[in-house]
């Protein structure tokens, strides 16, 4: 059985940071590109960030660049995400996903993090 368990999520200041993780089970994670996505309430889900599977190749959106960095440990089956900078327009869910073409395309149920004073 699949599963993707994100944690890490609450409440934090505006400039403050949160680390959210996410751990999968069920699959061979080594073999998938892991994502981290968010939806805002009223916006469609974007991508965050993303990570190739040996970690060495990772991506941004623009929002996130120089904020946020992706990582992932395979002898742990998990994928990391650090938010530093937090602004109010970072609040949303977070969701984790796990991505291999024509094999799998998998989702967590979600982390909120809300960023307010």
């Known amino acids: 059985q699949v599963q993707l368990v994100e944690s890490g999520g609450g409440l934090v200041q505006p400039g403050g940071s949160l680390r959210l993780s996410c751990t999968a089970s069920?699959?061979?994670?080594?073999?998938?590109?892991m994502r981290w996505y968010r939806q805002a309430p009223g916006k469609e889900r974007e991508l965050v960030a993303l990570i190739g599977t040996a970690g060495g190749n990772t991506n941004y959106a623009d929002s996130a660049k120089g904020r946020f960095t992706i990582s992932r440990d395979n002898t742990e089956n998990t994928v990391y995400l650090q938010m530093n900078s937090l602004k109010s327009e970072d609040t949303a869910v977070y969701y984790c996903?796990?991505?291999?073409?024509?094999?799998?395309?998998?989702w967590g149920q979600g982390t909120q993090v809300t960023v307010s004073s």
């Open positions: 069920g699959f061979t994670f080594a073999w998938y590109v």
């Open positions: 996903n796990a991505w291999r073409p024509t094999i799998g395309n998998y």
